[in-house]
């Protein structure tokens, strides 16, 4: 990190309306609360409950809370008063994978705040995540800062810069002074900074030395807006965050040359219709989970991924490769489910697939399968299908709980003209069995999504 920030990177960092310089990132302008064992179960607030002896920061989006030293226990989070909000957390974040690093010790990045379960902690640097806790608890994975950096590049004059990790931020950091940024790119972060697809955007930016703008809180209209007031040119984002973007940008668009995808299946109408509204940008697909990290990225603008990758992981003595050359080592292999495969690890994705003679397509979450009067009903090719129709422009279905059939189908609809829309929408329905039609119709402005800008699926 330390090179990745070096004294001539140009990466800028503007976040709630705050510019940071590299220099501005140096540990040792980072606040420490020191908090005694016996404040641990105190604090309403704490972020682990485990008696463990290590080192490490532990670092929460809101109650912000550093805390670093050797204990017996491990420190815990302090609330912090109202300003929280307006905290810029991806600039104490970057800060404190410098001093994380500089220490050698590990950093938690816990965006929900939750209690861990820390058995394992790390001896030594690494970044812990949670998962995104679709099928559970978030769970905690710790990465190392290189499987972290993207593979890919916009300026290979950084390659021999930045595939050193370790002790990486420090020497350059506190020599770094503040100069006019002269970016490629400006990126504006879409995802929770704390998630692993937030977080690869954050070092996508420092690597490439490109401008970032975050803000924690805004909804995904007013990033819509900031997109518009900062040009952005750069995006990461899900495809269900990506089509409310389009929304919002009727009278505007921003000027997007890099536009990724992820945590949702990339289906093809959407990947034409941004590649008709950016004909001329770098769209891709990334494959990715917190376990596994980056698996592949598909940049040929088509849903799914070749079949090819599959034949040629099925064979044991072959890796999987794809033309981008980003193997990663995972092997992929072609169940109920699209399971991955590295040495002795083997990862149930519960992603289902469907083999067509050239591409493996995703289908869904296999959690996201329901019982409705004893009928199977899978509720995202419920959606593609309806998304299908060219009278909607974004759908959401999912269930809800009932009493006598254990679940109903709803779905809530984005559309120019509503009246259309529910009339396609019905003709539609008479082509479903009754367990798959939607018993709740509702239209709104924009989709409801999840904190980690994905669909939800379930109300209870």
Not at 134 to 163: C, I, M, W, Y
Not at 275 to 300: C, L, M, S, W
């Amino acid at each position: 990190m330390a090179s990745l920030l070096s004294s001539d990177s140009q990466f800028a960092l503007i976040e709630n309306g705050q510019r940071f310089y590299a220099h501005d990132f140096n540990p040792d302008n980072l606040q420490l609360h020191s908090v005694s064992a016996d404040d641990l179960g105190a604090d309403e607030h704490c972020l682990c409950h485990v008696d463990i002896t290590t080192t490490y920061i532990a670092l929460a989006p809101s109650g912000i809370a550093v805390g670093v030293g050797s204990l017996a226990k491990p420190r815990c989070s302090t609330p912090v008063s109202s300003t929280a909000s307006t905290t810029p957390i991806v600039a104490l974040m970057i800060q404190a994978m410098h001093y994380a690093e500089s220490n050698n010790i590990p950093l938690i990045l816990n965006r929900t705040q939750q209690a861990l379960d820390i058995h394992s902690v790390p001896k030594h640097f690494a970044i812990g995540l949670l998962t995104s806790g679709t099928t559970g608890q978030p769970k905690l994975v710790f990465h190392a800062l290189a499987k972290l950096l993207p593979s890919e590049r916009p300026h290979p004059q950084n390659d021999s810069q930045s595939h050193s990790a370790a002790n990486l931020i420090h020497a350059k950091l506190i020599q770094a002074k503040p100069i006019a940024p002269k970016p490629a790119n400006t990126w504006l972060l879409c995802y929770h900074p704390m998630s692993y697809a937030g977080l690869q955007v954050i070092l996508q930016a420092i690597v490439s030395e490109d401008t970032l703008v975050a803000a924690l809180d805004a909804s995904l209209q007013a990033k819509a807006h900031l997109a518009h007031v900062h040009n952005i040119n750069a995006i990461s984002a899900t495809p269900s965050m990506l089509r409310a973007l389009l929304l919002s940008w009727q009278t505007y668009l921003p000027p997007l040359t890099i536009i990724t995808l992820g945590g949702e299946i990339a289906d093809q109408r959407t990947l034409d219709t941004i590649n008709n509204v950016y004909p001329n940008a770098q769209i891709r697909h990334i494959y990715a989970t917190t376990e596994a990290g980056v698996v592949f990225t598909v940049k040929d603008r088509r849903a799914g991924f070749p079949r090819a990758w599959l034949e040629n992981a099925a064979n044991a003595s072959a890796t999987c490769d794809n033309s981008n050359g980003a193997t990663h080592g995972w092997q992929l292999i072609a169940g109920s489910t699209l399971r991955l495969t590295k040495g002795q690890v083997e990862i149930d994705t519960g992603d289902c697939i469907d083999i067509s003679q050239d591409r493996v397509l995703f289908t869904g979450r296999i959690d996201n399968l329901v019982n409705v009067g004893g009928v199977k009903v899978n509720l995202e090719a419920l959606e593609r299908q309806i998304m299908q129709l060219p009278e909607i422009s974004d759908a959401r279905v999912y269930a809800k709980a009932n009493p006598i059939t254990g679940a109903l189908v709803c779905v809530e609809l984005c559309a120019f003209n509503q009246t259309l829309a529910a009339k396609a929408l019905n003709e539609l329905c008479l082509q479903l069995e009754p367990a798959a039609r939607p018993r709740i119709i509702t239209f709104s402005d924009n989709i409801s999504l999840s904190s980690a800008g994905k669909k939800q699926r379930f109300l209870q």
